[in-house]
C-alpha cells in the first residue's frame, strides 16, 4: 500500500482528506495531514514534516501531495525527500486527486499511481461551459 502526507496551507487538507474519504471510503493508515500555520515556526512545521516521512516512508512508497509549487508547503517539504527513493511529491491537490489516489493506492506501483493521479487530476480542471457545449455540438 502507498502510503500519503497532505501537506497545506491551513485546514485545506483536512478538508480535502475528509471529503475525499466521504466518497471512497476511510483511509484508516497510511495517511497524515499536515496544516501549515502562520503560528507555527518555520523549524517545527519542517520537523512535522520530517516525522511524518520518517513514520510512512517505504514499503510501497510514499507521495506527499502539496496545495501549490511556490508555497510554504511545497518549499519546507521537498528538500527533505528530494534525493530519497521511492519517495515522490505532487503539488497542486485538490479533491479529484485524493479520491484517485485513494482509489488506487493498493493496486498500482508508486510510478503508476502518481502519474495517474496527476492525469486525473488535470483532467478535473474545466471550463463547465465550454465542456458541456462542445458535447451538444
Known amino acids: 500500500m502507498i502510503n500519503f502526507i497532505i501537506v497545506t496551507h491551513g485546514e485545506f487538507g483536512a478538508y480535502l482528506m475528509e471529503a475525499a474519504e466521504?466518497?471512497?471510503?476511510?483511509?484508516?493508515?497510511?495517511?497524515?495531514?499536515?496544516?501549515i500555520s502562520s503560528r507555527l515556526s518555520v523549524a517545527e512545521i519542517r520537523e512535522r514534516i520530517r516525522r511524518a516521512v520518517?513514520?510512512?516512508?517505504?514499503?510501497?512508497?510514499?507521495?506527499?501531495?502539496?496545495?501549490?509549487?511556490?508555497?510554504?508547503?511545497?518549499?519546507?517539504?521537498?528538500?527533505?525527500?528530494?534525493?530519497m527513493p521511492n519517495v515522490?511529491?505532487?503539488?497542486?491537490?485538490?479533491?479529484?486527486?485524493?479520491?484517485?489516489?485513494?482509489?488506487?493506492?493498493?493496486?498500482c506501483a508508486l510510478p503508476e499511481l502518481v502519474a495517474k493521479v496527476i492525469a486525473d487530476?488535470?483532467?478535473?480542471?474545466?471550463?463547465?461551459?465550454?465542456r458541456f457545449l462542445a458535447r451538444r455540438g
Open 88 to 107: 515522490e511529491m505532487v503539488t497542486g491537490v485538490n479533491l479529484y486527486m485524493l479520491v484517485s489516489a485513494f482509489s488506487r493506492r493498493c493496486d
Open 22 to 35: 466521504s466518497i471512497v471510503g476511510r483511509q484508516a493508515e497510511g495517511v497524515r495531514v499536515i496544516p
Open 54 to 83: 520518517a513514520e510512512l516512508r517505504g514499503g510501497d512508497g510514499l507521495v506527499l501531495f502539496t496545495d501549490m509549487p511556490g508555497g510554504t508547503p511545497s518549499n519546507l517539504a521537498f528538500p527533505l525527500v528530494q534525493d
Open 121 to 130: 487530476g488535470q483532467r478535473c480542471i474545466c471550463d463547465v461551459r465550454s
